[in-house]
Every structure is written in structure tokens, then in C-alpha cells.
């Protein structure tokens, strides 16, 4: 088997102690599941910083399947809702969508900066896109993240906006990445730009 395919098991604890323990020296040679590691790692931490918790799993006799894991990210989704209505506050909702995507292996695309390390996915059925990134400073007053995709032409699917815990992230409908060939995240003014008017702070190659 692919040591790729145990990533988001690996993020969302779904391996066997074993399995783990084999997937985390895979780490130490594969920087692009290094780097999946630290961007879905960042939204699971939004996720549980929210009031609620996912029930435990039901017992299990060896690897879960993949709807093993979707249906646990789905009861996360659910709790955390649950949990946000009984305490009167609102889940950010880009961070649920995120977590139901990543529950349905998502095709995604590595991203990174100087400081900063992320992904783009794409949804089952290219129905939505999703840009998370983590480590970037906060911006500027008056000043934020526009993300650009550059395919046969520049386009951008909108601004990144701050989680509570300093994740930026944006979540907009259809496949962004169809024809794409690379990526790119600068900062500039807060209600967005027509056109980059900086260097990359955060970029990625769609293969």
C-alpha cells in the first residue's frame, strides 16, 4: 500500500498504533505528507478548538475503511453543531466545509512560503475548492490575503479569511484547479485586487 494513502487517517488518529508508528518515519523522508500533515493538522485544531467533541469510534478490527473515516468526520460535524447551538455561538463555517471535504479524500495541492505551509483541495464531484494555509503573520491594517490561480489565465477565487487560531482559509464552489497550473497567495488591499500586486507570500505547482 502507498504510505500517501494513510495521510488523513494518520491526521484524524485512525491508524493502528503500528501503522502509525510506520507512517510517522515515512514523515522523515516524504516533505509533501510532512507538509499535509501541518496543513490539515491546522484545520483539525480549529476544528477541536470549537465547544464540542466527536463521540468515540465504535471497535474496530484492523485498518478502518475509508467510510469508516468519513462517517467519523461527519459525527464531528455534527457534534460541533450541536455543541454551537446549545452555547449560542457559531462555527466558522468554512472550517465544517473543510472537515467534510477532507472526510472524502479530496485531491489536493501543496503549499508553501517562507514561513507558512498549506493546501488546496478539491471536493468529490469538483463542487468546491478549499485554500488553507498556516503560519502566515497577520496582515496589515486595511491589508489581506488574495489568492490567485494561474491556468491559460490569472483568475482569483477571492480573499483568505482568519480562523480563531490563525489559520487563513477560503472555501468557494466549483473545481478552481481545472486547467490550473500554479497558485500563488499575496496580500493585498482588504477588499481584494483585480490584479497581484505583490510577490507570493505562499505558492504551489498544480501537476
Not at 452555547?87 to 472524502?104: L, N, Q
Request: charge should be neutral.
Amino acid at each position: 500500500m502507498n504510505p500517501h494513502d494513510d495521510l488523513e487517517a494518520f491526521v484524524i488518529g485512525a491508524l493502528e498504533p503500528g501503522e502509525a508508528h510506520a507512517f510517522e518515519s515515512h514523515l522523515h523522508e516524504c516533505s509533501a505528507c510532512r507538509d499535509g500533515v501541518a496543513s490539515y493538522g491546522g484545520v483539525l485544531r480549529a476544528l477541536r478548538a470549537l465547544p464540542a467533541a466527536a463521540p468515540p469510534p465504535p471497535p474496530r478490527v484492523g485498518r478502518p475503511p475509508l467510510g469508516w473515516i468519513a462517517a467519523v468526520a461527519a459525527a464531528a460535524i455534527v457534534g460541533i453543531a450541536v455543541g454551537q447551538r446549545t452555547m449560542g455561538v457559531r462555527p466558522d463555517a468554512d472550517v465544517v466545509a473543510i472537515a467534510e471535504m477532507m472526510a472524502a479524500q479530496p485531491r489536493a495541492v501543496a503549499l508553501a512560503g517562507p514561513s507558512a505551509r498549506g493546501t488546496a483541495i478539491v471536493g468529490s464531484g469538483g463542487t468546491r475548492t478549499a485554500f488553507v494555509v498556516s503560519g502566515l503573520p497577520a496582515p496589515p491594517p486595511g491589508r489581506g490575503y488574495q489568492v490567485w490561480v494561474r491556468g491559460a489565465n490569472v483568475r482569483s477565487p477571492g480573499m483568505l479569511h482568519r480562523t480563531s487560531d490563525g489559520l487563513e482559509i477560503l472555501v468557494v464552489p466549483g473545481d478552481m484547479l481545472a486547467g490550473a497550473q500554479r497558485i500563488g497567495i499575496t496580500i493585498e488591499p482588504a477588499g481584494g485586487s483585480p490584479a497581484r500586486t505583490g510577490p507570493a507570500q505562499v505558492s504551489g505547482k498544480v501537476s
